[in-house]
């Protein structure tokens, strides 16, 4: 049977084009080879990152949830809920990577907003707060305004990423930053935690 498909083959004169065929497409692939790999490699880190930002949103929002919780907010209990940062953070690692800043703002009667408090953990990566620091006007998210006597609490979580594969344009490695804002549930939480 092979040999009779040959023969016809031979007799139409079409052996050598399916030959020829069979190399332009090894040709073409052989080109495109380092386009599908990076097409790969490329998706691949983007979904890495998509699941990375999608860890530190929700850092972000529980951290601030549960501080907004609490009538008096002391260290320790920011200390334990820094440690579950870590835990939503899992299976990646946050502690040498990722840092969360607590800030509460409040505006007196009158005055302008200030920062009442700020606490940093979770991890050893140093950051400075995007809001400010203790003492001086901070940069309101968002063009957030507040009223006489509002109190919120900020929560910024700072995450170093390092793609997978491939280190370019919005895949380069660098810092995701998130920020959330709650205002407290129970009693306004402008006393510095102790």
């Not at 999608?54 to 949830?65: F, K, L, N």
């Not at 200030?114 to 620091?133: D, E, H, M, N, P």
């Amino acid at each position: 049977m092979n040999r009779l498909i040959k023969q016809l083959w031979a007799r139409l004169g079409l052996s050598s084009l399916a030959l020829r065929d069979k190399g332009v497409v090894a040709v073409e692939f052989a080109l495109t080879l380092p386009i599908w790999m990076a097409m790969l490699l490329g998706s691949s880190d983007a979904a890495y990152m998509m699941i990375v930002s999608q860890r530190v949103d929700r850092i972000a929002y529980s951290v601030t949830d549960i501080v907004t919780q609490s009538e008096v907010i002391t260290k320790n209990d920011l200390d334990n809920i820094f440690l579950a940062a870590g835990q939503l953070m899992q299976p990646f690692p946050f502690g040498v990577r990722g840092t969360v800043i607590v800030t509460s703002l409040y505006k007196p009667t009158g005055e302008t907003t200030k920062i009442s408090w700020q606490y940093a953990g979770g991890g050893t990566l140093v950051r400075g707060s995007k809001i400010g620091v203790l003492g001086a006007t901070p940069n309101m998210p968002n063009g957030l305004t507040l009223n006489d006597n509002d109190n919120v609490i900020i929560a910024e979580v700072f995450y170093t990423f390092e793609p997978m594969f491939l280190n370019a344009g919005p895949l380069s490695a660098g810092d995701l930053y998130r920020v959330a804002i709650y205002k407290p549930r129970l009693s306004p939480l402008i006393t510095p935690p102790i």
